[in-house]
């Protein structure tokens, strides 16, 4: 058991996020006072924080797309034994995702989805630039097109 300096409160060690060299090897506020620290001051600095995030996965894309490739480089066994190629390419093509990309991922599905239950016209997603030609299974690269629409466009992946 550890009191919480923030709240005062007596509480399990796993209460605590851990960290090295503090006293029993815990932080000395408790997982509930440091997400409300955290959620606070998001709040008090979303704007920057916000921008801060987007430039910095502008600038990280490329990165994580090398780390995802290297990732599967190391882990081919597995990938093979579990995906197929499609999936693999579609994988390699993935950036890691942030919540806030998988969010807009999701978004952009359910929309379409719903663009297709609205209209009565079936709604595709499409990537802008087709992954055979190397594009980005990433929010960036993907547009709401209509099934004709896509299929004129012919050479990309329908998902
Ligand atoms: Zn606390």
């Known amino acids: 058991m550890k009191t919480c300096k923030k709240c005062n409160i007596q509480q399990k060690l796993s209460n605590f996020h851990k960290k090295k060299g503090g006293k029993f090897g815990v932080k000395a506020s408790c997982k509930t006072c440091e997400k409300i620290r955290t959620s606070l001051f998001y709040k008090e600095n979303k704007e920057y924080i916000d921008n801060r995030c987007k430039e910095y996965n502008k600038k990280n894309i490329k990165e994580r797309v090398i780390y995802r490739k290297c990732w599967l480089e190391k882990n081919r066994d597995k990938t093979i034994r579990y995906c197929a190629d499609r999936r693999a390419k579609k994988m390699e093509l993935t950036p890691i995702l942030t919540n806030n990309e998988k969010k807009q991922l999701e978004y952009i599905y359910k929309k379409s989805r719903s663009l297709t239950e ?9 990537h802008i630039k087709p992954l055979v030609k ?14 004709s629409e896509n299929r004129s466009k012919g050479d990309s992946w329908h998902l």
């Open 118 to 126: 609205l209209t009565g016209i079936p709604h595709e997603v499409d």
């Open 134 to 147: 190397g594009g980005l299974h990433h929010p960036d690269n993907l547009q709401i097109l209509t099934r």
